[in-house]
């Protein structure tokens, strides 16, 4: 099958593979093209390039995007490679005539590291474990951290002398039992890091955390075990356990404001249905994934679903939504022969839309294709921090080796906690993260505003713009619409009139119609209503307990002479 035949995006996995990352025996499965192409798109015209997005995990920090592009950048086949920390995606250029998608895949295994397509259902349901393990190794730390400063507390505060060796040495063991929560399982993240880093001859970003964390643990369980020796005039369980917790803290906030980017980042390119209603040839109707669709299909849309192709609409009426691709905030009018276009929004009522263009030759490929770029491009500045990035990181550990060095003579406990404080207090993970995390943010933020971002390097050079021109309105107009008066008749207060009018505008997915019932705290019970696109809604509610025809929607359609439909809804009794 070519690639104009392949809906983009798809879901991944293929049926009958469950949402984990792919395995090695599943990995060969994407070199099949129609599986490629759910998540990667051809560069110019048969050249035999393709560009796959792809989601990494184990990543925590510029030196792993770093060495992510390393590893994969050796890989015969694969031009070029592109990966974003903040965001964990990355972009690999390759060429079919040399290699396939599970060759440069498998070149992570045993790296530590994981890669999946984008368009991984499982992915949301990863990142959420990966929150909740998170949020359990914050709790630990944070309730040890407590106890631990809670027999920490009287070696600050008592007289020389007020405390008895005895009661000093079993307040270090209680500290001592309190941290092995921490460093067994809270640590956790970091040591396994560290230990990749090493395993790989590397230097990561959790490699002087985690060492840091180790030396003031063993520093102080020598002064616990020996109180009489090299290190035993002071423990540090407080200020570890303390350090691990805020660390902890400042990792959970960063993974939440990344899943929350990539959450909505997600939702607007991920937007099309994975199923459809096509057409059979003997004009029956049946249910298939949206991979399925062809040139040529006739599928049936139904209200508040997304168009999953280009095409033609062959029979029925509706309004469509088509705010994100076209920046028109108000919906249209498509009626037969009209066009619609993939991603939007059916308002109105169902639909037959006869295939035009699926895939990559969709409008709404090429913008998804723009919004994964912004996802993953990187500003001046975050290419700036990779580059000094490991070279930081190598500076770091040669200053703590350094000063640990010059105090050893003076004094050996003294000198590996100065060593300690170099590793610790330089924070190498700010310098990497910072940058890209908070453009990555900007652009989530925008992007659930309505507002596209196609290269964060724009969210930069935005500081520099002393003057905007807006090629038109639409551009600066909100895309709900809000209620903002209601005129009634006499006899019908406002209350009653909001009541009846949400009533019928509950079952419509209308502008007009939301607007409604966002303004209205509750709504009358509507039966048998029947909605026609681009006049109204028409039902029976219950007056009095007596059911009574109503209409809400246009001059025409509610028997109303003389003048155009007022946009304050009101129901009309015939």
């Given at each position: 099958?070519q690639?104009a035949?392949?809906?983009?995006?798809?879901?991944?996995?293929p049926p009958g593979?469950?949402?984990?990352?792919?395995?090695?025996?599943?990995?060969?499965?994407?070199?099949?093209?129609?599986?490629?192409?759910?998540?990667?798109?051809?560069?110019?015209?048969?050249?035999?390039?393709?560009?796959?997005?792809?989601?990494f995990?184990?990543?925590?920090?510029?030196?792993?995007?770093i060495?992510l592009?390393?590893v994969?950048?050796?890989?015969?086949?694969?031009?070029?490679?592109?990966?974003?920390?903040?965001?964990?995606?990355?972009?690999?250029?390759?060429d079919?005539?040399?290699?396939r998608?599970?060759?440069?895949?498998?070149?992570?295994e045993?790296?530590?590291?994981?890669?999946?397509?984008?368009?991984?259902?499982?992915a949301?349901?990863?990142?959420?474990?990966?929150?909740?393990?998170?949020l359990?190794?914050?709790?630990v730390?944070?309730?040890?951290?407590?106890q631990v400063?809670?027999?920490?507390?009287?070696?600050?505060?008592?007289e020389p002398?007020?405390?008895?060796?005895?009661l000093?040495?079993?307040?270090?063991?209680?500290?001592w039992?309190l941290?092995?929560?921490?460093?067994?399982?809270?640590?956790?993240?970091?040591?396994?890091?560290?230990?990749?880093?090493?395993r790989?001859?590397?230097?990561?970003?959790?490699?002087?955390?985690a060492?840091g964390?180790?030396l003031?643990?063993?520093?102080?369980?020598?002064g616990t075990?020996?109180?009489?020796?090299?290190?035993?005039?002071?423990?540090?369980?407080?200020?570890?356990?303390?350090?691990?917790f805020?660390?902890l803290?400042?990792?959970w906030?960063?993974?939440?404001l990344r899943d929350?980017s990539?959450?909505?980042?997600?939702?607007?390119?991920?937007?099309?249905?994975d199923?459809?209603?096509?057409?059979e040839?003997?004009?029956?109707?049946?249910?298939?994934?949206?991979?399925r669709?062809?040139v040529?299909?006739?599928?049936?849309?139904?209200?508040?679903?997304?168009?999953?192709?280009?095409?033609?609409?062959?029979?029925?009426?509706?309004?469509?939504?088509?705010?994100?691709?076209?920046?028109?905030?108000?919906?249209?009018?498509?009626?037969v022969?009209h066009?619609?276009i993939?991603?939007?929004?059916?308002?109105?009522?169902?639909v037959?839309?006869?295939?035009?263009?699926?895939?990559?030759?969709?409008?709404?490929?090429?913008?998804?294709a723009?919004?994964?770029?912004?996802?993953?491009?990187?500003p001046?500045?975050?290419?700036l921090?990779?580059?000094?990035?490991?070279?930081?990181l190598a500076?770091?550990?040669?200053a703590?080796?350094?000063?640990?060095?010059?105090?050893?003579?003076?004094?050996?406990?003294?000198?590996?906690m100065?060593?300690?404080?170099?590793?610790?207090?330089?924070?190498?993970c700010?310098?990497s993260?910072?940058?890209?995390?908070a453009?990555?943010a900007?652009?989530?933020a925008?992007?659930?505003?309505?507002?596209?971002?196609?290269?964060?390097?724009?969210?930069?050079?935005?500081?520099?713009?002393?003057?905007?021109?807006?090629?038109?309105?639409?551009?600066?107009?909100?895309?709900?619409?809000v209620?903002?008066?209601?005129?009634?008749?006499?006899?019908?207060?406002?209350?009653q009139?909001?009541m009846?009018?949400?009533?019928?505008a509950?079952?419509?997915?209308?502008?007009?119609?939301?607007a409604i019932?966002?303004?209205?705290?509750g709504?009358?019970?509507?039966?048998?209503?029947?909605?026609?696109?681009?006049?109204g809604?028409q039902?029976?509610?219950?007056?009095?307990?007596?059911?009574?025809?109503?209409?809400?929607?246009?001059?025409?359609l509610?028997?109303v002479?003389?003048?155009?439909?007022?946009?304050?809804?009101?129901?009309?009794?015939?």
């Open positions: 099958m690639g035949d392949a809906p983009f995006p798809a879901s991944w996995p593979r469950s949402g984990a990352p792919a395995a090695e025996s599943d990995l060969s499965l994407l070199d099949e093209r129609d599986e490629w192409q759910a998540f990667s798109r051809p560069l110019g015209a048969g050249g035999g390039l393709w560009e796959s997005f792809v989601a995990e184990g990543m925590h920090c510029a030196a792993c995007a060495t592009e390393q994969l950048g050796r890989v015969q086949g694969v031009v070029r490679v592109e990966v974003n920390a903040a965001s964990q995606r990355g972009r690999v250029i390759w079919e005539q040399v290699a998608p599970s060759r440069w895949m498998r070149a992570l045993g790296s530590g590291y994981g890669v999946l397509p984008v368009q991984d259902i499982g949301g349901a990863r990142r959420q474990a990966e929150s909740r393990r998170m359990w190794r914050l709790g730390a944070g309730v040890c951290m407590m400063m809670m027999y920490a507390v009287p070696a600050y505060i008592a002398g007020a405390m008895t060796p005895d000093e040495h079993l307040l270090r063991w209680a500290q039992v941290s092995l929560p921490v460093m067994l399982f809270s640590c956790r993240p970091f040591f396994n890091a560290a230990r990749r880093d090493l790989c001859r590397r230097i990561g970003m959790d490699l002087p955390v060492l964390m180790l003031t643990f063993i520093v102080s369980s020598l075990f020996e109180p009489e020796g090299a290190f035993g005039h002071q423990v540090y369980f407080d200020s570890l356990t303390m350090f691990v805020f660390l803290a400042g990792r906030l960063e993974t939440r929350r990539a959450g909505a980042l997600e939702a607007l390119m991920h937007r099309l249905p199923s459809v209603e096509r057409r040839a003997d004009g029956t109707w049946r249910r298939v994934t949206a991979r669709v062809r040529g299909d006739v599928v049936r849309v139904l209200p508040g679903a997304a168009f999953v192709a280009d095409g033609e609409v062959v029979a029925g009426a509706t309004t469509v939504d088509e705010a994100l691709l076209t920046g028109e905030s108000r919906p249209v009018a498509r009626d022969g066009a619609v993939a991603g939007s929004y059916n308002l109105g009522a169902p037959d839309v006869r295939v035009r263009a699926v895939g990559l030759q969709t409008r709404y490929a090429h913008i998804v723009l919004m994964e770029q912004a996802a993953i491009g990187k001046d500045l975050a290419r921090a990779d580059r000094v990035a490991k070279p930081f500076a770091v550990l040669l703590a080796a350094l000063a640990g060095a010059w105090w050893w003579p003076i004094d050996p406990a003294r000198a590996v100065v060593a300690v404080a170099v590793l610790v207090v330089t924070c190498p700010a310098l993260l910072a940058t890209p995390a453009m990555l900007s652009a989530a925008l992007a659930r505003r309505g507002i596209r971002v196609r290269r964060l390097q724009a969210i930069e050079t935005l500081t520099q713009v002393d003057t905007m021109v807006f090629d038109k309105t639409g551009t600066l107009t909100s895309d709900a619409f209620l903002v008066g209601v005129r009634t008749r006499s006899g019908v207060t406002r209350e009139a909001l009846l009018a949400a009533g019928l509950s079952h419509s997915l209308h502008p007009v119609s939301r019932v966002a303004a209205t705290g709504c009358a019970q509507a039966r048998e209503v029947q909605e026609t696109a681009g006049q809604l039902g029976s509610l219950e007056v009095a307990g007596v059911p009574v025809l109503h209409r809400l929607g246009s001059a025409a509610c028997g002479a003389g003048g155009q439909s007022d946009r304050s809804s009101r129901p009309v009794d015939p």
